[in-house]
């Protein structure tokens, strides 16, 4: 019969639990910014696809397409890898024979648009972006507000809104932990801080982590 070496259980626990770790990244917390409502029956839908409509500027954000389609390029993303759903992009050109669809926040959509969309793209829900606020000279600002409008029934069953300004203590801590943290690279917060691509990246992964 085999009678183990008590004296070694010790070093042999210690050894596992060093390969355990090993395998584990420690990581630090980002600060969650922003604010969402979502409906109290939310898991009651079925939600697989998903369509990401073009943002939209809104209020004092005056911005040209080119600035418009970067903001949005950095949320498709962070929405297709922070979010169990299939994110499908949809573009000015796919919506081009469909009524507008005006964003109202809390509000309804128009039935014949989201029933066009949905049959033609095999959508569950629609995500509407809108730009709210923007600075791209230091200190940066960036507001986004967006919609999660269900296609069975129009209505908006998500809702969030997010306003970043690097000037306030609170966006630069947050901002530092998440650039240390997901990009990983030397002087990422410095970086981060004075780049609008890098900062529109932090804003959407924010934004994403609402939903």
Request: proline share 6%; with cysteine; aromatic share 8%.
């Amino acid at each position: 019969m085999f009678i183990p070496n008590l004296r070694l259980l010790p070093l042999a626990l210690l050894s596992l639990l060093a390969m355990l770790g090993a395998g584990c990244k420690t990581t630090i917390e980002v600060p969650a910014m922003g604010s969402a409502e979502i409906v109290s029956d939310f898991e009651s839908y079925t939600i697989r696809r998903v369509g990401f409509l073009p943002f939209l500027p809104l209020h004092s954000a005056q911005l040209g397409a080119a600035d418009v389609s970067s903001i949005e390029t950095s949320f498709h993303a962070e929405f297709s890898s922070g979010t169990p759903y299939d994110i499908v992009p949809l573009s000015a050109g796919d919506l081009s024979e469909i009524p507008q669809l005006e964003p109202f926040r809390k509000g309804t959509y128009a039935p014949e648009a989201i029933i066009a969309i949905r049959d033609r793209y095999r959508l569950d829900a629609l995500l509407v972006g809108s730009v709210t606020a923007r600075q791209v000279t230091p200190p940066l600002v960036l507001g986004a507000q967006m919609d999660l409008i269900s296609c069975e029934t129009g209505q908006t069953i998500w809702s969030a809104d997010l306003l970043l300004d690097s000037s306030i203590a609170e966006t630069r801590d947050a901002l530092g932990v998440w650039a240390a943290e997901e990009l990983g690279e030397e002087h990422a917060a410095r970086m981060a801080m004075i780049s609008p691509r890098k900062f529109a990246h932090f804003a959407a992964y924010q934004m994403a982590r609402l939903l």
